[in-house]
């Protein structure tokens, strides 16, 4: 079972993600030259399903407070990021089966969520 803060999220699609700074310089007489700069710390993606509208809004809430959250797995627990942008189109559903515990006519959204491990 996933969850994100203490929110239940059906992931469907989880990913991580690393890069270096890298400036790419082209003097006047001569190639390309690379500086680097450092590395960035891995974030994380996901794609997952939230059912309902409280669940919705407490996601997108961990945006604005500056604070990490666990992120759980089934696997165990993955660490402690903080929400960095979330996108959450609302899905067309007749009925919802994911959360027994909401009614079936709840509101089905499709998340992707950015993390950065804090």
């Known amino acids: 079972m996933w969850s994100l803060g203490g929110v ?3 992931v469907i699609d989880s990913g991580e ?9 082209q003097p006047l007489d001569g190639g390309t030259v690379n500086q680097v700069f450092g590395y960035e710390s891995p974030s994380r993606k996901l794609t997952c399903y939230i059912v309902g509208d409280t ?3 407490a996601i997108l809430t961990m945006t604005t407070t500056g604070t990490a959250v666990a992120l759980l797995s089934p696997e165990g627990d993955l660490g402690d ?6 996108n959450m189109p609302r899905q067309k559903t007749v009925d919802q089966s994911l959360r027994p515990d909401l009614d079936c006519d709840a509101p089905v959204y499709l998340g992707e969520i950015s993390l950065f491990e804090d």
Do not use: P
Not at 17 to 25: F, G, M, T, V, Y
Not at 81 to 86: D, E
């Open 17 to 25: 993600e690393a890069s270096q700074i890298i400036a790419r310089l």
């Open 8 to 10: 239940r999220i059906f």
């Open 55 to 57: 669940d919705m809004h």
């Open 81 to 86: 990021f903080l929400v960095q942008k979330v």
